[in-house]
């Protein structure tokens, strides 16, 4: 078993955090994801803004059951100490089958444990065809 991913972060670190957030977000299983965060985890989600992991489970399911067929690319941006950014796109659909690509920045804090206790994100939808797809 590897060792936890835990402040201070180089650049291995880092982008091994990034992978594993990848990846469980990826999973599109809010029990597995909000794993990642403190129990009082603050978060700005867009518009929206709360805290607790209770609160991270209701707000990814209601996010994967309008976002269809989820697909995600998170890419490292720069680290330092206890925090990462990201840059991120993601592909999903909505319920009448439009395809949308959201582009994106997500700001990183953690705990001494390497447990996520806030994260800061913008983002923004682009309708595109399927055809234009770049995650599958």
Known sequence: MPPPLRPPFNAETARAKVQAAEDAWNSRD????????????EWRNRTEFFRGRE?????LRRKWAKE?????????WCFT?????VRFEYEWHDAAGQWFRTHGNEHWEFD??????RRDMSANDV?????????R
């Open 55 to 59: 609160a991270i489970k209701d707000f």
């Open 112 to 117: 001494e444990e390497g447990l996520m206790r």
């Open 81 to 85: 100490g206890n925090r990462i950014s």
């Open 68 to 76: 269809l067929d989820y697909r995600l690319m998170k890419e490292l």
């Open 30 to 41: 809010p029990e597995r994801v909000a794993l990642a965060y403190t129990v009082d985890s």
């Open 127 to 135: 309708p595109i065809s399927e055809a234009e797809r770049r995650y």
